[in-house]
């Protein structure tokens, strides 16, 4: 499970499914729009796990509570999560929150919308630490559609690559025979690991993993070729810049012969 995802269910938190408005409401635009590494974010409200529109809805200060209005903008962040999740496929691919532009429902003399959108910024800053999650930010008041109390747009940065993912190549026998599918995959997954071996990043382990989950499936552990090329292995799951890079390193030159 990814690191963002498996945090959610720590928490007991699950994603929502997309808003459902009412029949005649046309929404004729993306609720993520990715372009390059920038990946832009619609505004949202917040919604139940179904998609349907979450209650309670007013103006914050007269129907709704400030403490409800931050349960709402705690919501619309995990709706937007949802939403990077349907479009990124791994919310691991977030490498910084940059901008939120929060909108409040307010009743006459309610100011302190800060109270509110600190809901959506607290949950950011939960999930993914304060040097990914930091963002700057706005807190406005206004009226919103559909009633609800809180709308927030925002921009994240993503890692501009699509996820990894592991290949279920045949295992030992397509191997021996140099089957091409295997070989290049294996190959794609080891040259990802050995770049991220020295990237500054907390989730550089991603690939090693998945090149090591490559080596399982095609059954190198127990050939001659990777007692040869890496005797140590690739561990499952590393986080050390130390032997893994020789590992990795030895095993591409090994399988270029």
């Known amino acids: 499970m990814a690191i963002i995802e498996q945090r959610l269910a720590e928490m007991g938190l699950q994603l929502p499914e997309p808003l459902k408005v009412r029949d005649g409401l046309k929404l004729p635009f ?5 372009r390059g590494t920038r990946a832009y974010i619609s505004g949202h409200v917040a919604c139940n796990p179904d998609g349907t529109l979450a209650k309670p809805l007013g103006k914050v200060g ?11 903008a705690r919501l619309v962040a995990l709706a937007h999560l949802a939403s990077l999740k349907r479009a990124l496929g791994d919310l691991d691919r977030v490498t910084a929150w940059l901008r939120v532009f929060a909108m409040v429902n307010v009743a006459p003399g309610f100011n302190e919308t800060p109270l509110v959108t600190n809901g959506y ?20 008041g206004m009226a919103i559609p ?18 990894v993912r592991v290949r279920s190549e045949p295992s030992r026998s397509t191997w021996r025979k140099g ?6 995959g294996l190959l794609h997954d080891l040259h990802r690991a050995r770049s991220s071996l020295f990237r500054p990043d907390p989730r550089s382990h991603l690939p090693i993993n998945a090149a090591a989950e490559s080596c399982r499936r095609l059954d190198l552990r127990r050939s001659p070729r990777w007692a040869q090329a890496c005797p140590a292995g690739i561990p499952g799951r590393c986080r ?13 030159r090994c399988l270029r012969r």
Do not use: F, M, T
């Open 30 to 34: 993306a609720w993520v729009r990715v």
């Open 62 to 72: 007269a129907e709704v509570s400030p403490e409800q209005g931050y349960a709402s």
């Open 121 to 140: 910024s607290d949950l950011i800053l939960e999930l993914y630490g304060p040097d990914v999650g930091a963002h700057a930010r706005s807190s406005i």
């Open 146 to 163: 559909l009633n609800a109390p809180v709308n927030c747009e925002a921009e994240v940065e993503i890692d501009g690559k699509s996820p």
């Open 179 to 184: 089957g091409v599918a295997g070989r290049k």
């Open 240 to 252: 050390s810049r130390g032997p893994e890079a020789a590992g990795v390193g030895s095993l591409l």
